[in-house]
C-alpha cells in the first residue's frame, strides 16, 4: 500500500434504503476516548460533540479560524486551539457561530461507571442505560457516587471498588468468568460499605449480591447482546445525541468519524432501543428489526475519515473545547452542554 492511500472507513449502519419523512444529517466527534480505561486521570472526562451544519458553512467556518495562523491544512485539534494567543476571542466568535446548531453529551468517567454498576447489578440491563430513558436508576447512581466522593471514605477504598468493577467486566473468559476478579469486587465492596457513607449509598452497595453479579457475569461471558458493553460510554452518547436532534419529530441520520465501539449490530440494537423506548415489545427478531428500522429516530450511521468531512473536524473541535473547559464557568460553553449528560448536576 502507498504511504498516502488510506482504506475505506469501517463500521457505521447506513440505511438500508433511502430515509424519507422529515431527516436532520448531523456530524458528530468524541473527545477523551481512553478505551477501557476510565479511571485514566489524565481523561476524567469523554465529550461527545454534533453539529447541525452544512459541508460548505463547516468549511467556511475552519477557513476563517485558520486565517492569519499556523493550523494543520488537514485537522484542527483543541488544544493546539486553546494555546493560541487569541484563544479567547476565537473561542467566543466560534460558540456564537455555533450558537443553535450544536450540541455536547458531557460524561464523567466514574459517575459513568457507578450508573453502570447500578444499571447492571440493580435493574436488567439494556441498551437504555446511561440514557435519559433510564432516569429512574439515576438517583441510586448518584447516591452512591456523591458519598464515594465526599470524603466520608478513603480515596483508597472508593479507587479501589471502582477499580474491582472495570477488572470484574473488563476481564474476558469464554463461558465461565472469573471468580477471583467477583471476589475482588466483592470485597472491595464490603470495605467501602464500613466506611460509613450513609443511608442511600449503602444501600446501593447492600443490593450487590453474588448471585446476581455472577448471573450478569455469564451472560457477559456467553455474549449475551441484550447487554450493552459495560465499559463503553460511546453508545449512549450516541443514543443522547439522537434523541437531542430528533426532538421527538424527525429522524436523525449520524455522520461519524470511524470508531471501533461503533459496530453495526450494535448500532442497530441502539436503533430499536429508541424505536421502542426502554420495554420493546417481544417480537420475532426479523419483524423487531424491520420495525426499529423503520419507526426509530435513529435513522442510520455512516463512518467518515474525518479529515474528509469539515462538519466532522468541527464536531471534534468543540468536543475537545468542552472536556478541556467545561468546568470553568463559560456561560455561552455550558449552553451547548445536553442536560442529560452523565455527570453530578451539582458539580
Known amino acids: 500500500m502507498l504511504k498516502d492511500q488510506r482504506l475505506p472507513p469501517q463500521g457505521g449502519l447506513p440505511p438500508a434504503e433511502e430515509v424519507g419523512g422529515a431527516v436532520v444529517e448531523i456530524a458528530c466527534d468524541e473527545s477523551g476516548f481512553s478505551g477501557t480505561n476510565l479511571l485514566d486521570t489524565v481523561t476524567p472526562l469523554f465529550t461527545h460533540a454534533s453539529v447541525d451544519l452544512?459541508?460548505?458553512?463547516?468549511?467556511?467556518?475552519?477557513?476563517?479560524?485558520?486565517?492569519?495562523?499556523?493550523?494543520?491544512?488537514?485537522?484542527?485539534?483543541?488544544?493546539?486551539?486553546?494555546?493560541?494567543?487569541?484563544?479567547?476571542?476565537?473561542?467566543?466568535?466560534?460558540?456564537?457561530?455555533?450558537?443553535?446548531?450544536?450540541?455536547?453529551?458531557?460524561?464523567?468517567?466514574?459517575?459513568?461507571?457507578?450508573t453502570r454498576i447500578v444499571d447492571l447489578f440493580l435493574v436488567e440491563p439494556t441498551y437504555a442505560a446511561g440514557t435519559r430513558l433510564s432516569q429512574a436508576n439515576r438517583p441510586a447512581a448518584l447516591a452512591l457516587y456523591r458519598a464515594g466522593r465526599a470524603g466520608r471514605t478513603g480515596v483508597r477504598e472508593w479507587s479501589a471498588f471502582l477499580t474491582a468493577f472495570v477488572n470484574l467486566v473488563r476481564t474476558k473468559r469464554k463461558h465461565q468468568p472469573d471468580r477471583s476478579a467477583m471476589e475482588g469486587f466483592f470485597q472491595a465492596r464490603d470495605s467501602l460499605a464500613g466506611a460509613g457513607l450513609g443511608a442511600d449509598a449503602e444501600a446501593v452497595?447492600?443490593?450487590?449480591?453474588?448471585?446476581?453479579?455472577?448471573?450478569?457475569?455469564?451472560?457477559?461471558?456467553?455474549?449475551?447482546?441484550?447487554?450493552?458493553?459495560?465499559?463503553?460510554?460511546?453508545?449512549?452518547?450516541?443514543?443522547?445525541?439522537?434523541?437531542?436532534?430528533?426532538?421527538?419529530?424527525?429522524?436523525?441520520?449520524?455522520?461519524?468519524?470511524?470508531?471501533?465501539?461503533?459496530?453495526?449490530?450494535?448500532?442497530?440494537?441502539?436503533?430499536?432501543?429508541?424505536?421502542?423506548?426502554?420495554?420493546?415489545?417481544?417480537?420475532?427478531?426479523?419483524?423487531?428489526?424491520?420495525?426499529?428500522?423503520?419507526?426509530?429516530?435513529?435513522?442510520?450511521?455512516?463512518?467518515?475519515?474525518?479529515?474528509?468531512?469539515?462538519?466532522?473536524?468541527?464536531?471534534?473541535?468543540?468536543?475537545?473545547?468542552?472536556?478541556?473547559?467545561?468546568?470553568?464557568?463559560?456561560?455561552?460553553?455550558?449552553?451547548?452542554?445536553?442536560?442529560?449528560?452523565?455527570?453530578?448536576?451539582?458539580?
Open 54 to 114: 452544512r459541508v460548505e458553512e463547516a468549511d467556511d467556518l475552519l477557513r476563517s479560524l485558520r486565517s492569519g495562523s499556523r493550523w494543520s491544512l488537514n485537522e484542527f485539534k483543541s488544544g493546539r486551539f486553546l494555546r493560541s494567543a487569541r484563544s479567547g476571542e476565537a473561542l467566543e466568535w466560534l460558540l456564537m457561530k455555533l450558537s443553535g446548531r450544536a450540541h455536547v453529551h458531557l460524561v464523567d468517567k466514574e459517575y459513568f461507571l457507578v
Open 205 to 347: 452497595l447492600d443490593g450487590l449480591t453474588p448471585a446476581r453479579v455472577w448471573e450478569i457475569l455469564i451472560r457477559l461471558a456467553h455474549e449475551d447482546r441484550s447487554i450493552p458493553p459495560p465499559l463503553e460510554p460511546m453508545l449512549p452518547a450516541l443514543a443522547e445525541t439522537v434523541l437531542f436532534w430528533s426532538g421527538g419529530r424527525r429522524r436523525v441520520l449520524v455522520i461519524h468519524d470511524e470508531q471501533s465501539a461503533l459496530t453495526a449490530g450494535r448500532l442497530r440494537r441502539l436503533q430499536q432501543m429508541l424505536a421502542y423506548g426502554a420495554d420493546p415489545p417481544a417480537a420475532d427478531a426479523s419483524e423487531g428489526e424491520e420495525l426499529s428500522a423503520r419507526d426509530s429516530p435513529f435513522a442510520g450511521l455512516v463512518t467518515v475519515d474525518s479529515r474528509d468531512d469539515p462538519r466532522v473536524q468541527v464536531a471534534d473541535l468543540l468536543a475537545g473545547i468542552a472536556r478541556r473547559t467545561s468546568d470553568v464557568g463559560d456561560d455561552l460553553l455550558q449552553s451547548f452542554l445536553s442536560p442529560t449528560s452523565l455527570r453530578d448536576p451539582e458539580r
